[in-house]
């Protein structure tokens, strides 16, 4: 593993995983917004999953990565804190309530011990796409890790026209809003995608975890 993001990682779970759990504990699984693989996560003493890491550090290994970074639906926030300790200037939008709430939480009980996060990460009480204007796509890289959500045809259409705003997005095509099962499900889905003027290329396969692709618009 690349020791430069295991070890931000393992500095962010020290004050972060312990905080989460304290809420998960206190507050229970709905008020604390862990619910879902939030409080499996939080068990296991850690605010990441597989995913997040394994993405962050092939962002780190790749040169041209722009260093701004856009992630819609961020939950917790755990990819753009580590991407922001990492050196990145990153913004989490998430839509939910709660969870934006259990966001706030850590990066309030994080901005001391880490200027980092605090002078390079944003976090927004947001539904994606934001007003034209609030959130510039220009020089910044879309990412979307697990995006499954109940999502109106209306919604969609909004989301794919913002995204072909930016360079560069790199999502896991496998959960996004709607999850794939089989091969042809992703090829149905990277069809969808290209005739909404996303072209993708294979970024970083991690089999049933995740199946990340690079986009741009051609
Ligand atoms: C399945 S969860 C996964 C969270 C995170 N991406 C991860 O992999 O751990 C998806 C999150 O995206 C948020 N979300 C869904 N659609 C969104 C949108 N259009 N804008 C902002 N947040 C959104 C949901 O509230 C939810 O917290």
Known sequence: MNDRVATAAAALDAVAAPLGLARLESMGEAESGAYRFYSTRLRRGTIFSDYEIALARTLTEWPAAPRRIHE??????????LLALLGFKSTCLELDARR??????????????FVEIRDGYQLL??????????LPPTGAMAV??????????????????ALRDYDRAIIDVDRFLTPC?????RAERLAELEAAGLYGAPFLDLGKSACFYRFGSR
């Open 181 to 185: 099962e089989t091969a042809g499900q």
């Open 144 to 161: 979307i890790t697990n995006l499954v959500f109940t999502t109106s045809a209306g919604e969609k259409a909004e989301i794919l026209a």
């Open 72 to 81: 819609v639906g961020g939950g917790f926030g755990s990819l753009c804190l």
């Open 100 to 113: 934006f709430a259990a966001a706030e939480a850590l990066r309030d009980g994080l901005t001391d011990a």
């Open 125 to 134: 009480n947001e539904r994606f796409p934001l007003a034209r204007g609030a």
